[in-house]
């Protein structure tokens, strides 16, 4: 089983970067696929991007393509997502969990998160 905790979450500026890391504690994470969800207040949690353990396959949200991009380092057991030009609406808690079925079906237990806040 494959735990996963996130971290990097902060205040940014409209149009500035951050990365999130997802740390995971396991010996298979280099075989599991993993993925970024995101949950507004008053909304509810969303897909953001996933990525494949074998083949690199990844998929986004339409509403992050061509700013976000996830990554994972399979020695490090991290996963990453460098999000670019950030805008306000981006502002969220980011959760990582494994992707049981591809490529947003998701483990049912969640962490706690890492909050994402984006200033205009």
């Known amino acids: 089983q494959v735990q996963l905790v996130e971290s990097g979450g902060g205040l940014v500026q409209a149009g500035g970067p951050l990365r999130l890391s997802c740390a995971a504690s396991?010996?298979?994470?280099?075989?599991?696929?993993v993925g970024w969800f995101r949950q507004a207040p008053g909304k509810e949690r969303e897909f953001v991007a996933a990525?494949?353990?074998?083949?690199?396959?990844?998929k986004y949200a339409d509403s992050v393509k061509g700013r976000f991009t996830i990554s994972r380092d399979n020695v490090k057991n991290t996963a990453y997502l460098q999000m670019n030009s950030l805008k306000p609406e981006d502002t969220a808690v980011y959760y990582c969990?494994?992707?049981?079925?591809?490529?947003?079906?998701?483990?049912?237990?969640w962490g706690l998160g890492t909050q994402v806040t984006v200033s205009s």
């Open positions: 990525i494949h353990w074998s083949d690199g396959l990844i």
């Open positions: 969990n494994v992707i049981e079925s591809w490529p947003d079906g998701t483990a049912d237990s």
């Open positions: 396991g010996r298979t994470f280099s075989r599991t696929a």
